[in-house]
């Protein structure tokens, strides 16, 4: 798909300045473009939670294989036990029990009665069991006092799976109940989509570690943090960090490192004179993408080198975690089977104050949410890392609007 509106996206723009900025529209129409899922690969029951189906699974067996007791009592035969009541007990010989794994070897004649457990198979001859609280055992005999229909308490084969049924579709994403249902069937593993691989660049020569000391005018790293988080909810898999200095050599060699589906890389993605990262991905691959027409993450951008996906992330950690979530995480989840939209919930509520915007331009906009009312924070900088965490979650303002009036009923994304 033609990038119209990125003419200036060949171009240095460092201390120049974007000329052009791409629509969000197009740039997540490139991303769907590029990144179809994975390829598949066979993974074991312990791993497969939270992994994509990559093919329908069908059930080899049926669920239960045999007829089996829903309760704890006594099998017989449903007949017999016509008339049953608390003035009216009748009395059966127990000739044996039967109990999960251990069938009673033999058949039930009549007035006999066979002592079961939950999950043992009936016994021939049963048809019905009487839960042991309608039930009292005597010298090799018991007397119950409820009548039972045919069938009553038994789970028959095949009640929970047939076999030969579809019972999870491709494309569904693995729950604790799923991979027990797979697990229910036999199978020791499932094929799923593989994980894309993602390494994170994080540039700058002002960043210093958490935890060491920071010279002065250093500021602490954040957004690989950040970015970790969100990586593992959208189903990254083999996170890598890695520290470059804004030196070509250094940039250069983390982005062709082999291994990587998704290369994100923090910081150096504007027009400063030490921004290297988007002329090193347009000479290594392409960079049909640089800079787009939000707000914030303007310096945004997306390209290849090689089969690798190449986001760059803005060093403003509010902007970092915006173009993430458009851009790169999109693209994550959709390589690894996922859908494209956000995973973050929806809401309504009545915007308490006006929002200003701007025509052709998209705007995330940070909001409290309280009883019903949505009141944009004052602090919104893309620096401001704080206004996230303050915040409930983000109003989108589309590219066609000037705004929102106070009073105007929007959607709210919630951070959760």
């Known amino acids: 798909m033609p990038v119209s509106d990125a003419a200036g996206a060949a171009r240095d723009v460092r201390m120049r300045g974007f000329q052009s900025r791409t629509s969000v529209d197009n740039v997540l129409a490139w991303i769907d473009e590029h990144s179809a899922p994975l390829t598949s690969e066979p993974v074991s029951l312990a791993d497969l939670h939270g992994r994509v189906l990559a093919a329908d699974v069908t059930s080899p067996i049926d669920v239960p294989a045999f007829d089996r007791s829903a309760m704890d009592g006594f099998a017989l035969r449903s007949e017999e036990t016509v008339g049953a009541g608390d003035y009216n007990p009748l009395?059966?010989?127990?000739?044996?029990?039967?109990?999960?794994?251990?069938?009673?070897?033999?058949?039930?004649?009549?007035?006999?009665?066979?002592?079961?457990?939950?999950?043992?198979?009936?016994?021939?001859?049963?048809?019905?069991?009487?839960?042991?609280?309608?039930?009292?055992?005597?010298?090799?005999r018991v007397e119950i006092t409820s009548a039972v229909p045919a069938?009553?308490?038994?789970?028959?084969?095949?009640?929970?799976?047939?076999?030969?049924?579809?019972?999870?579709?491709?494309?569904?994403?693995?729950?604790?109940?799923?991979v027990g249902l797979l697990a229910s069937i036999g199978l020791p593993n499932a094929e799923v989509v593989r994980q894309p691989q993602v390494r994170?660049?994080?540039?700058?020569?002002?960043?210093?570690?958490?935890?060491?000391s920071k010279?002065?005018?250093?500021?602490?790293?954040?957004?690989?943090?950040?970015?970790?988080?969100?990586?593992?909810?959208?189903?990254?898999?083999?996170?890598?960090?890695?520290?470059?200095?804004?030196?070509?050599?250094?940039?250069?060699?983390?982005?062709?490192?082999?291994g990587a589906d998704v290369v994100l890389i923090s910081g150096g993605s504007s027009v400063g004179s030490e921004d290297h990262a988007p002329s090193i991905v347009r000479e290594l691959g392409e960079l049909p993408?640089?800079?787009?027409?939000?707000?914030?993450?303007?310096?945004?951008g997306a390209?290849?080198?090689g089969e690798a996906l190449a986001f760059l992330l803005p060093g403003n950690p509010v902007s970092c975690l915006c173009a993430y979530d458009f851009f790169a995480g999109r693209a994550i989840r959709r390589l690894g089977g996922l859908p494209g939209e956000?995973?973050?919930?929806?809401?309504r509520g009545v915007l308490a104050s006006k929002i200003v915007s701007q025509i052709g331009r998209v705007d995330y906009c940070r909001v409290r949410v309280a009883d019903g009312l949505i009141e944009p924070l004052a602090l919104s900088g893309?620096?401001?890392?704080?206004?996230?965490?303050?915040?409930t979650g983000f109003v989108i303002v589309p590219a066609s609007s000037e705004g929102c009036a106070a009073g105007t009923e929007i959607d709210v994304w919630l951070y959760g």
């Open 215 to 258: 010279r002065p005018f250093q500021i602490y790293e954040a957004n690989s943090d950040i970015v970790a988080g969100l990586v593992a909810r959208d189903g990254g898999a083999n996170f890598e960090r890695v520290r470059c200095r804004d030196e070509r050599d250094e940039i250069t060699t983390a982005i062709t490192a082999p």
């Open 151 to 178: 069938l009553k308490h038994i789970g028959r084969t095949g009640e929970d799976v047939r076999s030969g049924t579809v019972i999870l579709l491709r494309g569904h994403r693995l729950r604790p109940q799923d």
């Open 91 to 140: 009395s059966f010989a127990v000739i044996g029990a039967a109990m999960p794994g251990q069938p009673f070897n033999g058949s039930l004649r009549t007035g006999q009665a066979v002592r079961i457990m939950t999950g043992a198979p009936i016994p021939d001859g049963a048809d019905a069991v009487v839960p042991a609280e309608y039930a009292t055992e005597r010298d090799d």
């Open 200 to 212: 994170l660049i994080v540039t700058g020569n002002e960043l210093a570690e958490p935890g060491e």
């Open 382 to 391: 893309a620096s401001i890392l704080s206004s996230t965490t303050r915040a």
């Open 303 to 305: 390209g290849r080198v």
């Open 342 to 347: 956000w995973p973050y919930q929806k809401t």
């Open 289 to 300: 993408i640089h800079g787009v027409a939000m707000r914030p993450s303007s310096p945004a």
